[in-house]
Nanobody
Framework: VQLEESGGGSVQAGGSLRLSCTKSGVTYNSRCMGWFRQVPGKEREGVATIDSDGDTSYTDSVKGRFTISQDKAKNTLYLQMNELKPEDTAMYYC????????????????????WGQGTQVTVSS
């Protein structure tokens, strides 16, 4: 199983990016998928999660600006990021199939089965 992120890049504050995460090597739909981000020297942070019913969860700092979605037919997870801020600068990772639960709260405490390699997002002021 592989997760491959794409769509990262450099934008100015206020701009938008859409990240994609394509899953290959499986035929089933994941119970839960999520986006995480990490800045060097800091702990990884859960950004957003989505379960198989389409229920979503976001960390407070991105609510109203980011939208997580999925296209099950394409095995692809998305993160639409609007009104980007310099503090959104990080490496963004997608993950799937946590051991339990699916809310973004305590997302980093779960064992996620699959991880992507990450895509860099840089927001300049």
């Amino acid at each position: 199983v592989q997760l491959e992120e794409s769509g990262g890049g450099s934008v100015q504050a206020g701009g938008s990016l859409r990240l994609s995460c394509t899953k290959s090597g499986v035929t089933y739909n994941s119970r839960c998928m999520g986006w995480f981000r990490q800045v060097p020297g800091k702990e990884r942070e859960g950004v957003a999660t989505i379960d198989s019913d389409g229920d979503t969860s976001y960390t407070d700092s991105v609510k109203g600006r980011f939208t997580i979605s999925q296209d099950k037919a394409k095995n692809t997870l998305y993160l639409q990021m609007n009104e980007l801020k310099p503090e959104d600068t990080a490496m963004y990772y997608c993950a799937s199939d946590p051991a339990w639960g699916c809310t973004v709260v305590a997302a980093t405490s779960r064992r996620w089965t699959y991880w992507g390699q990450g895509t860099q997002v840089t927001v300049s002021s």
